[in-house]
């Protein structure tokens, strides 16, 4: 049994308004536990530990140990994970995979792919930018624009400011120059909030223009993520890597971005990749796990997920794995004011204690 134990940023803390503002003050409101990490996934730990320690107290001999583990940097390439795996700490027959499913069993999940693109300043820029900074008298413009934060393998359920900025961008001219260009917390959120400052004195060669041709490269790209769906997720086409991409799709993708940097003389690298992940609906383990959420009135039926986990490291190693916690995912994990029923907690200890008796003991 596996939770991550790192959350994402929590972003502005004014937005956490039934908290007090303060994301990391657990506040309990309507039956409702509110705070960082409540649904994704730290409570869903809690849930683990409990249901081991109901089992451990009643001394039992194990057929197939327990183990519950914590790792770090799910939302940052999964360190923790990959050091779990190349130091051979467990070597598990099933794994159960905390994610926020709303108590649903998910056997499947998109892969996922991190890129980094480096657009240089011109020497004119650079040499621009510093006397800029020397001059008496200088002036500037400065604008901040405001999204609403989602996970980002649901960019539709939120409001990138990032975009915002770019769209922005794409209607002044291109000579202008760009003095601080900022905005989000990380690649796998949706950013709320972005800052630009401009100084509308032409240079020659600005990075503006290449920042348009590379923001038009890829919502081409986008627009083709759409002529590949797969209706077992929600959207139905790559936000992040569906089973469905074959691997020359996906290195025609990323050649397309890698020959789109090279022409604006900017680099390109990816910085993660990870496999998608599908576990077998007929094995035991499924059928098993389908059968205690039968007999506690659960549905009991399989989803998949839009983004990435743990799952898609641990079932390389011909590892059964399957995804399941309380919280509701969309337009709740990785937002403001995040939060779990306190009833569904309940739930999910019973659910983990029934497994550890059906298949360990």
């Known amino acids: 049994m596996q939770n991550h134990l790192d959350t994402v940023d929590p972003g502005p803390f004014h937005l956490w308004s039934v908290t007090g503002n303060n994301p990391f003050d657990a506040t309990i409101v309507d039956n409702k536990i509110y705070g960082l990490g409540s649904a994704d996934v730290k409570l869903d730990f809690l849930c683990k530990a409990r249901a081991m320690a109901s089992i451990s107290s009643k001394n039992p001999s194990f057929k197939l140990a327990p183990v519950l583990v914590g790792t770090y940097g799910e939302e940052t390439g999964m360190m923790g994970c990959l050091k779990l795996i190349r130091k051979n700490k467990v070597n ?9 499913t709303n108590l649903s069993l998910a056997n499947a999940a998109k892969g996922f792919v991190s890129v980094e693109i480096i657009i240089p300043f011109s020497r004119d820029e650079i040499q621009y930018r510093s006397e800029h900074n020397l001059r008496e008298s200088t002036s500037t413009q400065s604008k901040v624009f405001h999204g609403t934060s989602a996970h980002s393998a649901h960019p539709h359920l939120g409001d990138s400011a990032i975009l915002k900025m770019l769209s922005y961008l794409d209607m ?20 709320s909030h972005a800052f630009l400052e401009l100084d509308f004195t032409p240079v020659s060669n600005p990075v503006n223009s290449k920042i348009k041709n590379i923001f038009s490269a890829i919502k081409s790209l986008e627009s083709e993520f759409k002529n590949h769906t797969d209706n077992g997720y929600s959207p139905n086409h790559p936000t992040l890597i569906l089973p469905s991409i074959t691997q020359d799709t996906f290195d025609k993708w990323m050649d397309f971005l890698r020959q789109s940097c090279v022409k604006n003389e900017c680099q390109f690298r990816i910085t993660d990749y990870k496999k998608p992940f599908s576990s077998s609906e007929t094995s035991i383990f499924t059928k098993g796990c389908r059968d205690i959420l039968s007999e506690m ?3 009991n039926g399989l989803t998949s997920l839009s983004s990435t986990n743990e799952s898609s490291l641990i079932s390389r190693l011909n590892v059964e794995c399957l995804c399941f916690g309380p919280g509701l995912r969309e337009n709740n994990i990785h937002t403001p004011n995040e939060n779990v029923l306190v009833d569904d907690l309940e739930r999910a200890t019973q659910f983990y204690t029934k497994v550890i008796e059906r298949f360990c003991l």
Do not use: C, F, Q, W
Request: no cysteine; charged share 15%.
């Open 297 to 299: 009135n659960l549905p």
């Open 92 to 100: 598990p027959k099933y794994a159960l995979i905390g994610e926020p």
């Open 172 to 191: 002044i001219p291109e000579s202008v120059a760009i003095m601080e260009i900022d905005g989000g917390n990380g690649y796998n959120t949706v950013p």
